[in-house]
């Protein structure tokens, strides 16, 4: 077993390390005051290639490996997770669809644009009645005269609506399966395309510089064409395309803790109580220590689901419980960073205070931790 990182992959983490330090962390805290999606960064982030990394070449990619991918979004996350989200958003959900299922002409059309960082996009899938419960789906497309006649609507839905979106994709009930089941289809929407309505952003908690919008579609028509791999084929493609997500959000929660510990050891060694640095406290030294353990463990949690990913081996189960493991070690550590910070944590002017409240959704976002243990205890046969 070797755990070192190659050339390429150190590389990477070197790079998203050093572009989180110099370009994201000094505007964080504006960010997430103003709430301003971050064009500028997103921007160098796609000359850097940083938004294509792990598609090839031929594509606009950077023809780098998924755990690259991963180390990167834990690096970006490092110095901010509304971009750790934006970026990974993008990649897995946005652009992985069309590299894993696209036509060669679609891939050509859309990843391209995408992989090289000109343009973004999205993945809808889900709604009102339909988050957990992914094939609760009730948008329904309708194939009249050659096009797909979509209405509905979809909540919560990442780099919707940026003025470098060029699009969604969504999953639409298109018919009832011989089995009695939905029949469901990937539709890809451009986003100028009549019928197609993007909502205002949504004022959240955290990841506030990131993009999140509801979606209606009135009688949005798109080509018959227009749709991912075959029709019906829309359950299998997305189960598939939330696995390999899960493990990049595992990444971004490690990025997380991984910059509360930052901030709390730093702080622990410079703040002075009964006459010496806190961090000579055993309660304290504790705390970081423990972080620390937890935080190099969901590392090599995602690191191994990753691995399995690339060796085109099952990682479900690994994905799920890297994401798990991670979201939830990313909790403790954001708690932990406020803790050791005392009443100075609790001010906006300290990092951990927009840590504590950014961490939450890492919980909620591309599966629950209950569905993440849904999905542990299914590979247990349960
Ligand atoms: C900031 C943000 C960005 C997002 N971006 C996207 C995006 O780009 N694209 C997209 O499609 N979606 C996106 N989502 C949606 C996200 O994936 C859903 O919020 C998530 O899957 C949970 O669905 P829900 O919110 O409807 O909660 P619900 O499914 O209603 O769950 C409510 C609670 O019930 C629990 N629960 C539900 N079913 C069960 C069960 N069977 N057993 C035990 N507990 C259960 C859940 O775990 C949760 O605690 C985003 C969400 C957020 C907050």
Not at 59 to 84: H, K, M, N, P, Q
Not at 152 to 164: C, E, L, P, R, V
Not at 253 to 271: H, I, M, N, T, W
Request: aromatic share 10%; glycine share 10%.
């Amino acid at each position: 077993m070797d755990f070192t990182l190659n050339e390429e992959q150190l590389a990477i983490r070197d790079t998203c390390r050093a572009f989180a330090e110099q370009e994201i962390k000094p505007v964080a805290e504006e960010m997430d005051r103003t709430g301003d999606f971050p064009y500028t960064i997103i921007r160098k982030m796609g000359e850097l290639g940083l938004l294509g990394l792990p598609f090839p070449e031929e594509y606009g990619g950077a023809g780098a490996d998924f755990l690259s991918y991963c180390i990167a979004i834990e690096e970006i996350s490092r110095g901010d997770t509304s971009v750790g989200i934006t970026m990974e958003a993008h990649t897995s959900l946005g652009a992985t669809p069309f590299y894993l299922f696209g036509s060669e002409e679609q891939k050509q059309r859309f990843l391209n644009p995408l992989a090289s960082g000109q343009q973004l996009w999205a993945f809808g899938l889900t709604e009102s009645e339909a988050g957990s419960d992914s094939g609760g789906t009730q948008t329904r497309a309708v194939l009249r005269n050659g096009s797909w006649h979509i209405n509905g609507s979809k909540s919560f839905i990442t780099n919707a609506g940026t003025d470098m979106t060029a699009g969604v994709t969504i999953t639409a009930v298109t018919g009832q399966r011989s089995d009695g089941h939905k029949e469901i289809t990937n539709i890809i929407v451009p986003k100028h395309t009549p019928g197609y309505i993007i909502g205002n952003p949504y004022k959240k908690m955290g990841w506030k510089a990131s993009d999140t919008r509801p979606l209606t579609f009135e009688d949005c028509t798109v080509p018959e064409e227009d749709i991912l791999g075959k029709r019906g084929e829309g359950f299998r493609q997305f189960m598939h395309i939330l696995d390999a997500g899960r493990i990049a959000i595992a990444a971004l929660s490690v990025g997380l803790a991984q910059a509360c510990l930052d901030e709390a050891l730093s702080y622990a060694k410079e703040r002075k109580q009964f006459g010496q640095p806190i961090s000579k406290f055993q309660a304290i030294q504790f705390k970081l220590a423990d972080m620390d353990t937890e935080i190099e463990l969901a590392r090599l949690m995602y690191y191994k689901a990753a691995w399995l990913h690339m060796q085109g081996r099952p990682f479900s189960r690994e994905a799920s419980m890297a994401k798990l493991f991670a979201s939830e070690t990313a909790k403790r550590a954001a708690d932990q960073a406020v803790q050791i910070h005392g009443g100075y944590g609790f001010m906006d002017e300290y990092p951990v205070s927009r840590y504590w409240r950014s961490v939450k959704v890492n919980e909620i976002g591309e599966g629950t931790s209950e569905v993440q243990r849904m999905v542990i205890a299914k590979h247990l046969g349960c």
